[in-house]
DNA sequence: TCTGGGGTCCTAGGACCC
DNA sequence: TCTGGGGTCCTAGGACCC
C-alpha cells in the first residue's frame, strides 16, 4: 500500500498572535500586535499582527510606533521566544507522529511533510486535526508535487484549508500573477525581471533559462527560470539541519557616540554571540561585524579565523574588526555573527532559496 | 513612516598561485 | 607594444525568507 509521493507544506495561521491567544483567551477576536518589548515608543518593528489587525494595514516588519498609530485599540504584546519555540516544538513533534511522515522544520511555524498516500487531502486534513488537538491552534496545508508548488499551494488555502498546486494546474493558477508572488523573487527581482519583459508566472516559465543568465548568474538564472515553472527538489529531506552560524543584534534606544559606548556594546555583544556558539560546540571561523550608522547606512566587516572557541581570542577579533569602524559617525545598530566550522557531512540547501531552512 | 533579529545562499572582484 | 588563463580563496555586499 503506497500510493503517490506528495509534498505536504504546514504553515500555522497568524502563529505568533494565536499562541498569545492561547494563554490570554481574553484577547481572541481583538487586533494583536507582537512586537519589541511590547512598547510602542520604542524604536521596534512588528513581528506578527492578528487578522484583525492586518485589517487595519498593519504587518511584519513595520515599526511599531506607526502600527500603533493605525490601530488605537490594538492589544501590543513583547515577543516572548521561549512560549513560541516551546509552541513550535509541539507542532513538529505532532507533525513527526504522523504515519509515514518525513518532516523538514523551515522555521518556527512551518514544515515540509513527506508522505505517500492515495489521498492527500485527507492526509492533510488529520494532520490539522492532530495539530489543533494537541496545540490548540490551526494551520493551513498546501499539497504539490515538488516543494516549491506546495509552498506557494499554503497560501491559497489560508485560513485553515487546503489547497492542492500541481504540474496539471500550476498555470492555470500562478500564470497571470506577477513574479512577486513566487517564493524566493521579491521586489528587486521583479523588477530586475521586469526589464527583460518578463512580468508574469506565465512568461518566467516559457523563458530559456539561459536568456537570464547574463542577468542572475549561472545558478541563479537557471533556478529563477526554474521557479516560474514550479518545478524543482520534490524529497522531503529530515537531515537534521546543521546550523552554518549564529549572530546577534542590537537597535539602540539612542544611537551610540561615545567610543566607551561602542567597546562596551562590543564586549556584550560577542558575550552574547558566544553563548550559542558554546551550546552548539564547534569551533568559531569566520566573524562578521555589522554596523549600522545613523540615519540608515549599514557596513559589514567579514574576517576569516583560525577555529577557535577561546573568548579571550574571539573578543580580541572582533575589536580588530571594530577598528574599521568610522569614528565619529553615530551608531544605531551593532551585530555580530560567528561562522562556525561545518562537518563534512552536513546537509546542503536543496534549492537555492534562502532562509528559513 | 522609518525601518528587528535571526538566518541562508549567491555574486563580483581582488589577491594569489601555477 | 600590449599586456595568458585557469583555479581557489577571501571579503563585501545583495537578496530573500520567517
Redesign the pocket.
Known amino acids: 500500500m503506497s500510493g503517490i509521493r506528495w509534498v505536504l507544506h504546514v ?1 500555522l495561521d497568524q ?1 505568533i498572535a494565536a499562541v498569545e491567544v492561547l494563554r490570554r483567551p481574553e484577547l481572541a477576536g481583538k487586533p494583536i500586535i507582537v ?2 518589548r511590547g512598547d510602542p515608543t520604542e ?5 506578527t499582527a492578528s487578522y484583525e489587525a492586518r485589517a487595519f494595514g498593519v504587518g ?4 511599531l ?2 502600527a500603533a ?1 493605525k490601530v488605537p485599540d490594538a492589544v501590543i504584546l513583547p ?1 516572548d521566544r521561549e512560549a513560541y519555540l516551546a509552541a513550535s516544538e509541539t507542532v513538529m513533534a505532532t507533525l513527526r507522529s504522523q504515519p509515514g511522515a518525513t518532516v523538514q522544520v ?5 514544515a515540509f511533510v513527506g508522505v505517500e498516500t492515495e489521498n492527500p487531502e485527507a492526509y492533510a486534513r488529520e494532520v490539522q486535526a492532530a495539530v489543533l488537538e494537541r496545540t490548540q491552534l490551526h494551520c493551513s496545508v498546501g499539497i504539490g508535487d515538488t516543494l516549491v508548488r506546495a ?1 506557494v499551494a499554503t497560501g491559497f488555502g489560508k485560513p485553515a484549508g487546503v489547497f492542492r498546486l500541481t504540474a496539471a494546474n500550476w498555470l492555470e493558477v500562478m500564470g497571470t500573477r506577477p513574479t ?1 508572488d ?11 525581471l521586469a526589464k527583460l519583459g518578463i512580468n508574469t508566472v506565465a512568461e518566467l516559465a516559457a523563458c530559456d533559462p539561459q536568456d537570464l ?1 547574463p542577468e ?6 537557471p ?1 529563477y527560470a526554474e521557479l516560474g515553472r514550479g518545478d524543482g527538489a520534490s524529497v522531503v529531506d529530515d537531515t537534521p ?11 539602540f534606544q539612542r544611537d551610540l557616540t561615545e567610543p566607551a559606548q561602542v567597546d562596551d556594546a562590543l564586549r556584550e555583544l560577542t558575550a ?1 554571540v558566544l553563548e ?1 556558539v558554546v551550546a552548539e560546540g564547534r569551533p568559531v571561523v ?1 566573524l ?1 561585524l555589522k554596523i ?1 550608522y545613523a ?2 547606512f ?8 583560525p577555529e577557535t572557541f577561546d573568548r579571550h581570542e574571539i573578543l580580541a577579533r572582533t575589536l580588530d ?1 571594530a577598528a ?1 569602524i568610522e569614528a565619529g559617525r553615530p551608531i ?2 551593532l ?1 555580530l ?1 560567528a ?1 562556525m566550522a561545518m562537518p563534512a557531512d552536513a ?3 536543496h ?7
Do not use: Q
Not at 542572475?216 to 538564472?221: L, N, Y
Open positions: 504553515d502563529f512586537g519589541g524604536r521596534a518593528v512588528v513581528s511584519s516588519g513595520m515599526p510606533r506607526i498609530r515577543v523551515l522555521g518556527w511555524d512551518e509552498k512577486k513566487l517564493w524566493g523573487v521579491g521586489t528587486k527581482v521583479s523588477g530586475r543568465v542572475f548568474g549561472p545558478r541563479m538564472g533556478w539541519w546543521v546550523p552554518r552560524g549564529h549572530s546577534r543584534e542590537t537597535t552574547r550559542d569566520g562578521t549600522r540615519p540608515f549599514t557596513k559589514t566587516h567579514a574576517r576569516k579565523i574588526l574599521e544605531r545598530l551585530g555573527r561562522e546537509r546542503k540547501g534549492t537555492p532559496t534562502r532562509g528559513g531552512w
